[in-house]
């Protein structure tokens, strides 16, 4: 038997990797899983490291500037929160409102929200606070599913065709109760005609 067919009726789907030579091995969802895990690790590491080293450069860099670089980065940093401030809200009342409507409630006025709540330090929207506050508001009644105008007088037409004044006054008395009696005259008596 071939060596090339037998490795391919042994190969599993549960994965399957390169070996160092190029040949085909089969890892189980546990060594994939632990790969997966270590590479994980190794980026956090790396990111931290990053941060690290960011934040080392950052402090080198503001000790060495002098009072006015100083003073502009501060006023950089003041202007950068206070734009942040200002479109985060807008940002926050753009995704309650969005959350609502997918959730299908209604949000009280904006002059009553403190959009402020829902916008971090760092200006980014906590989309976690808009779903609770969106969770929490009352769900809208549906509405009734029979008609609720019943008894209320007339809802439509009967059907019976309405005899004018005109047509009424070439009647007998006797014809003029009949058309009474069978609804003909309604229309005349409520004052529609």
Do not use: C, H
Not at 19 to 34: D, I, N, V
Not at 51 to 59: F, L, Y
Not at 105 to 126: C, H, I, Q, R
Not at 128 to 144: H, M, Q, R, W, Y
Request: glycine share 10%; aromatic share 4%.
């Amino acid at each position: 038997m071939d060596e090339n067919a037998q490795n391919a009726g042994t190969t599993s789907t549960e994965g399957t990797g390169t070996g160092e030579a190029g040949t085909p091995q089969t890892l189980s969802l546990e060594a994939l899983q632990a790969e997966v895990d270590k590479w994980k690790s190794l980026s956090r590491t790396n990111e931290q490291r990053w941060k690290d080293a960011s934040a080392e450069r950052d402090q080198l860099k503001q000790t060495g500037m002098t009072d006015a670089e100083k003073a502009i980065e501060a006023a950089k940093a003041q202007a950068r929160s206070a734009t942040l401030a200002e479109y985060g809200t807008r940002l926050a009342d753009a995704e309650l409102r969005a959350q609502a409507a997918k959730v299908g409630v209604e949000l009280p006025p904006a002059e009553f929200l403190n959009l402020t709540k829902f916008v971090g330090e760092d200006g980014s929207v906590n989309a976690d606070v808009i779903g609770t506050f969106v969770s929490s508001l009352p769900k809208p009644v549906a509405e009734p599913e029979f008609d609720q105008g019943l008894g209320l007088g007339r809802q439509g037409g009967s059907g019976v065709q309405q005899l004018t004044r005109d047509a009424l006054s070439r009647m007998s008395p006797q014809e003029i109760n009949a058309a009474r009696k069978a609804g003909q005259l309604d229309a005349l008596m409520r004052g529609e005609i």
